[in-house]
Nanobody, 123 residues
Framework: QVQLVESGGGLVQAGDSLILSCAAS????????MGWFRQAPGKEREFVAA????????YYADSVKGRFTISRDNAKNTVYLQMNSLKPEDTADYYC????????????????WGQGTQVTVSS
């Protein structure tokens, strides 16, 4: 079992940047695709980005493409989400998770979720 802890959230203004981190412990995560999801109040948890175990392949939701960058450092057991040009609609709790199933964008194909970190973007 992999334990995941997100950090780096906060309150920012529109146009600002944030970098989220997801630190893994326990069973190594280096062989797994890792993903970031977010959940706004009253909404379903949605896919944001994912990265293959090697870091060579990345996936993004259309809503964040060109603004967010996912990366990982397997030596540090950490996944990052660089978020630039933040918008009020990016406000949500952000979660990282380890992919266990087939689909990259389906939250039900991920396990070992972190507790989340809150991001609030004011206009």
């Amino acid at each position: 079992q992999v334990q995941l802890v997100e950090s780096g959230g906060g309150l920012v203004q529109a146009g600002d940047s944030l970098i989220l981190s997801c630190a893994a412990s326990g069973r190594t995560f280096s062989g797994y695709t890792m993903g970031w999801f977010r959940q706004a109040p009253g909404k379903e948890r949605e896919f944001v980005a994912a990265i293959s175990w090697s870091g060579g392949v990345t996936y993004y939701a259309d809503s964040v493409k060109g603004r967010f960058t996912i990366s990982r450092d397997n030596a540090k057991n950490t996944v990052y989400l660089q978020m630039n040009s933040l918008k009020p609609e990016d406000t949500a709790d952000y979660y990282c998770a380890k992919k266990s199933g087939a689909a990259v964008t389906n939250r039900y194909d991920y396990d070992s979720w972190g507790q989340g970190t809150q991001v609030t973007v004011s206009s």
